[in-house]
């Protein structure tokens, strides 16, 4: 294999692999302009081999600013939808009990904050204590900041033991055999000063799972369960 054989060979190779990686980092136009701005510099300088260098130097400087310039949209769309840490807070409007923690931070949620909720959310009618599903806590995290507002969530229901449920369910239709709340997967809320209609609202557009109106009790009730909707 002569010279030139040569260095046709690893201009074909660089060339393959410029437009592969610029597929990646910029879409099919960008690669497609930039490989061929690559390949026709290469032409121009392809009888010296001294210019072997050049060449794979150019591409290897539009690559890398491609490919970081990539990194940075992905980093910034990260930061964007996960947040450090998250904050909540609350008000059992049964025990009076206040509370506003973080917790989640770093990529973890923190187990003592987990526990303290789990606390606050006890059902109030026998003391009983059950896990808070943190998918509950994250619907809570993202509905506030869709509302835009600071004040604490009023927990008008938290988790209910199956016995209250089933004696709550004697007097009350709007009570589910199989409630959520018995599974530490949903909440009943208002927020002071807000019109709970505009909870619903945002919970909806939000379509992270049950979202139930109770217009004369004045609460929202949210779930981690399917999606969907009762209530006047």
């Not at 806590?137 to 988790?159: A, C, N």
């Not at 379509?207 to 009790?217: A, H, I, L, P, W």
Request: overall charge positive; cysteine-free.
């Amino acid at each position: 294999m002569t010279e030139s054989d040569i260095i046709s060979s690893r201009r074909k190779f660089l060339k393959n692999m410029a437009y592969g990686s610029l597929l990646m980092a910029g879409g099919i136009g960008t690669a497609n302009a930039k490989v061929k701005h690559i390949a026709s510099h290469a032409m121009l300088n392809s009888h010296s081999t001294s210019h072997k260098t050049r060449i794979h130097d150019t591409l290897h400087r539009h690559l890398s600013s491609h490919m970081s310039s990539h990194q940075a949209d992905v980093n910034n769309l990260f930061d964007r939808n996960s947040p450090s840490h998250k904050v909540l807070a609350f008000h059992n409007t049964h025990t009076g009990d206040q509370l506003k923690l973080t917790y989640f931070e770093q990529g973890r949620y923190i187990k003592d904050a987990l526990h303290e909720i789990n606390h606050l959310f006890r059902d109030y009618h026998d003391g009983s204590v059950h896990p808070i599903d943190p998918a509950l806590l994250d619907q809570l995290y993202d509905l506030k900041h869709t509302l835009e507002v600071r004040k604490p969530f009023h927990i008008v229901s938290g988790y209910r033991s199956p016995a209250t449920n089933a004696d709550l369910r004697k007097h009350s239709d709007g009570v589910a055999k199989n409630s959520l709340h018995m599974q530490g997967r949903a909440i009943d809320i208002r927020i002071e000063g807000l019109d709970t209609r505009r909870i619903r609202n945002a919970a909806l557009a939000m379509r992270r799972g049950g979202v139930g109106y109770y217009e004369k009790s004045d609460f929202v009730h949210l779930d981690t369960g399917s999606v969907r909707t009762w209530g006047s």
